[in-house]
């Protein structure tokens, strides 16, 4: 494929030399370059509301939620210091020439004088079938040299982070300490006081965090004031060896922990270095389930006797890491193309924010993937989050899935939640899965309910595992009497969309509601249960049949489901159609979907279509779900106005999911760098052909 190689929009507000990267397949609003778990989260800003273009110099990274992280990058010349990454001040920068993306990698390349270029690759590593690499809450930086005009020069590099990353409260104490172990040279940083389980501007207030490298003959290292480290290896382009021991508040004269290297002469032969940069957590996540709440462990935790055991192999394991990042970034880079380029531009850029939005949790008995609702509000577990994100899961590996689905199960199948229906999420603030005994969480009982149903046939589905469906029957079960009794007529509710606020028979919701129905008398006939199972789909059927005339206009417009019965001049993305395509049911009759492909092209707008008629606001998550059930025409035409988006955005934070289709900006709330766009891997799940109709209990 011909990579669709974007030069910079921002020629004029660049210095020449820095107008002349190149961007593929994309330039983002934002550059992922350590994004591997809610806490790990390290962005380049690129858009125009405040972002540089996408250029790695001149301007710090940031946490998603756009708090500074010193993150600095600098490199001696023949004696000459240059800084190739962040801001650090009184250094001339490199020239970038290029920026590329993968699913788990983001690469620069930059341009030293035109002497030597400086290759820095940024790689979150996505490993969904391999579970002790994928609880490493650590990210890759690995830096490549070689020689531009055939000279050979004299070579140090230097890089270092600030103690920016240990917390959300800049007057935190911190301390910290440089070590060995083996040839691995390490940075432990860490708040003095640990706050278990807290958050401050959602950055993580407790555990360990880590820089790294491999240290050889010409490794040197330095704690100290930002200035001074900096300029230390300004004057000598090596570093003095020595750990600065007064701890102090992060913004106390700013420390920071500095690797560097005496490369000696770099000719033609490129040499790299490899930095690592994570978190340990002995405990993630406190969970409310049978008995009573605990504290669950981080999953690394399983594999490693401790966290320095943990960071050395991090550290030494970087071939094996990109190599497996490498497959997966081939898998999801061939399926995407084949469906289009703009679909590609798209899906690679959401599987690291999908998979960053997550963590792996628990004992070797027990494997547990929480999720974070980020931005919107910090719920733990939300169900109609993991909903639009779900397809990436089930995509890459369906375990993940059940793994997500679990601890909702074993706190309700507990009795710790009073209502008949699905719970929205497990607790008000990540990371504590502390439930709602009380029974007073965000109500959106049709859409939960929905949503369980849906994902739980599906898990089956993509994995055979009969003893989920069994565990789980009576409480499947439970949640569909109330979807019996209120999808039909739904009442005055939120739906998933709850900026928008609440509404009576909404089309979309009821829908959601009786595909459920459909999805429990598949589970009710898998589980030899077919009097159930028959029963509900009668009722399914007669819903289903009445929904087409309650739920579409009968005026002279073109013809499409209304927002809400009887409001003819009403109209919304009818994204729920996903569950029947999903699961393979054929229950919506294809008059439906091809009514809503006829409809959509009608009313497009510049950035996509809208979520309905109450705004010009779109949802990108639910907009990749339409794309993925309708016909070709409607899916490139969604997918070339993502792909755009992405591309024109004035926005400059991670990719977000809420933005008006008309302007291409955010709109209030602010949702970013939300797991939900793993939602785009839709149409990579219908691909995988799964098939209620065809499906029989496995023994
Ligand atoms: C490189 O360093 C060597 C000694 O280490 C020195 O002799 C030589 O002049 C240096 N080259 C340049 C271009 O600075
Ligand atoms: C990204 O850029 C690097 C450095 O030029 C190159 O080695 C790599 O092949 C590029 N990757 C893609 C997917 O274009
Ligand atoms: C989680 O609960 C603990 C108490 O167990 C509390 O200290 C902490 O602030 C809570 N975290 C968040 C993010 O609300
Ligand atoms: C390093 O150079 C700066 C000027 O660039 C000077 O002010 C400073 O004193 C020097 N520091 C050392 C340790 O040599
Ligand atoms: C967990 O399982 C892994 C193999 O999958 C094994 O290496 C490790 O020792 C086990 N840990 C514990 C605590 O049993
Ligand atoms: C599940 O079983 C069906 C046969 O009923 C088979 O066609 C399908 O490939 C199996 N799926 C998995 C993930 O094993
Ligand atoms: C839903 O529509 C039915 C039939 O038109 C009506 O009786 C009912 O009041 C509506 N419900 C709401 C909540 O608007
Ligand atoms: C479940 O089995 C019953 C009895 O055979 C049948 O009527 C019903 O259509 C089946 N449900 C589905 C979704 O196929
Ligand atoms: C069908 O299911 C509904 C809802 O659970 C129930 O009220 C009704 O009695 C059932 N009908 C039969 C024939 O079992
Ligand atoms: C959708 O609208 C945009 C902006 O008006 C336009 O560029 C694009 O061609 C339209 N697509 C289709 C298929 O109408
Ligand atoms: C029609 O939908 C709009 C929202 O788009 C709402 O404000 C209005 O109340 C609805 N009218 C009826 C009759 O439901």
């Known amino acids: 494929m011909t990579p669709f190689v974007v030069l910079s929009l921002l020629l004029t507000l660049l210095p020449s030399s820095q107008a002349d990267s190149t961007f593929s397949p994309a330039r983002p609003p934002a550059q992922p370059l350590a994004v591997k778990s809610p806490y790990l989260s390290a962005w380049q800003t690129a858009g125009s509301d405040g972002g540089n273009g996408g250029i790695l ?45 993968t699913s788990s990698s983001s690469t620069f390349v930059l341009s030293v004088d035109s002497a030597v270029q400086v290759t820095a690759t940024f790689l979150s590593p996505i490993t969904p079938d391999d579970f002790k690499r994928q609880s490493l809450i650590f990210s890759y930086l690995n830096v490549d040299v070689v020689s531009l005009d055939g000279n050979s020069h004299n070579v140090s590099l230097y890089t270092d982070i600030s103690a920016e990353w240990v917390s959300g409260d800049r007057s935190a104490l911190v301390q910290w300490e440089h070590d060995t172990s083996g040839d691995v040279a390490y940075h432990k940083i860490y708040r003095q006081t640990q706050l278990a389980f807290s958050e401050v501007n959602d950055q993580t207030e407790y555990g360990n965090w880590w820089y790294s490298a491999t240290s050889d003959d010409g490794y040197s290292y330095q704690s100290g ?6 300029a230390q290896f300004g004057n000598q382009s090596s570093l003095s060896n020595s750990d600065d021991t007064s701890y102090r508040a992060i913004n106390d004269n700013w420390p920071v922990f500095a690797h560097a290297f005496d490369l000696g002469s770099v000719d033609t032969t490129s040499t790299s270095r490899v930095f690592t940069v994570g978190l340990t957590q002995e405990d993630a996540i406190q969970f409310l389930g049978a008995d009573g709440i605990q504290a669950l462990p981080s999953l690394w935790t399983q594999y490693f006797d401790d966290d320095v055991s943990a960071v050395v192999f991090v550290q030494g394991d970087y071939e094996g890491a990109s190599a497996a990042a490498a497959a997966l970034d081939s898998k999801v880079q061939s399926d995407a193309s084949a469906i289009s380029d703009d679909y590609a531009t798209i899906a690679t850029l959401a599987l690291r924010q999908a998979f960053g939005g997550v963590q792996l949790v628990g004992t070797n008995d027990t494997h547990y993937l929480f999720l974070k609702e980020i931005s919107s509000d910090g719920n733990i577990q939300t169900v109609d989050v993991i909903f ?41 603030h990540y990371p504590n899965a502390t439930g709602h005994t009380d029974g007073s969480d965000e109500q959106m009982p049709l859409e939960e309910c929905g949503d369980m149903l849906i994902m739980s046939l599906e ?35 939120i ?27 598949v589970i009710a006939n898998l589980t030899g249960d077919t009097a159930t199972g028959a029963n509900y789909s009668s009722i399914a059927s007669d819903y289903i ?59 497009n707008a510049t950035y996509g279509v809208p979520l309905d008629t109450r705004h010009t606001l779109t949802k990108s998550d639910w907009e990749s779900w339409i794309a993925s059930v309708c016909d070709d025409t409607v899916r490139d035409m969604i997918y070339s106005s ?28 602010q949702f970013i760098n ?22 029989t209990l496995a023994a």
Do not use: C
Request: proline fraction near 6%.
């Open 57 to 101: 110099t001149g301007q710090w990274p940031t946490f998603w939620a756009g708090a500074t992280l010193g993150w600095a990058g600098l490199i001696s010349v023949d004696g000459t210091v240059y800084s190739w990454m962040g801001n650090p001040v009184d250094f001339p920068t490199a020239d970038q020439v290029s920026y590329n993306y």
């Open 642 to 669: 993502l792909a755009y988006w992405i591309n024109n955005t004035p926005t400059n934070h991670p990719m977000g999911d809420l933005f008006d289709t008309v302007t291409g900006d955010y709109v209030s709330p």
């Open 545 to 603: 049949t009445q929904w087409q005339t309650l739920g579409f206009n009968n005026d002279d417009s073109p013809a499409h489901a209304t927002l809400n019965y009887g409001n003819e001049s009403t109209w919304g993305l009818l994204y729920n159609l996903y569950g029947d395509k999903a699961l393979g049911l054929n229950f919506v009759p294809q008059s439906v979907y091809d009514t809503q492909s006829a409809f959509y092209p009608t009313v």
């Open 459 to 493: 898990y089956y589905l993509a994995s055979n595992d009969s003893t989920f469906l069994k565990d789980h029957y009576k409480l499947l079960d439970q949640w569909t009497q109330y979807l019996i009794a209120e999808s039909l007529y739904p009442a005055n509710q």
């Open 495 to 521: 739906s998933t969309d709850d900026f928008a606020g609440p509404l009576g028979n909404q089309t979309n919701l009821a829908l959601k509601g009786m595909i459920g129905i459909q999805a429990m008398s």
């Open 225 to 230: 004031a930002d200035v001074d480290v900096r």
């Open 388 to 428: 639009p994100s779900h397809p990436a899961f089930v995509y890459t590996n369906p375990e993940l899935m059940k793994m997500m689905l679990e601890p909702l199960f074993v706190n309700q199948e507990a009795g710790q939640y009073p209502n008949s229906w699905s719970m929205h999420d497990l607790g008000s």
């Open 674 to 695: 939300r797991p939900v766009m793993g939602g785009v891997f839709a149409q990579l799940v219908l691909g995988l052909g799964l098939s209620a109709s065809t499906a």
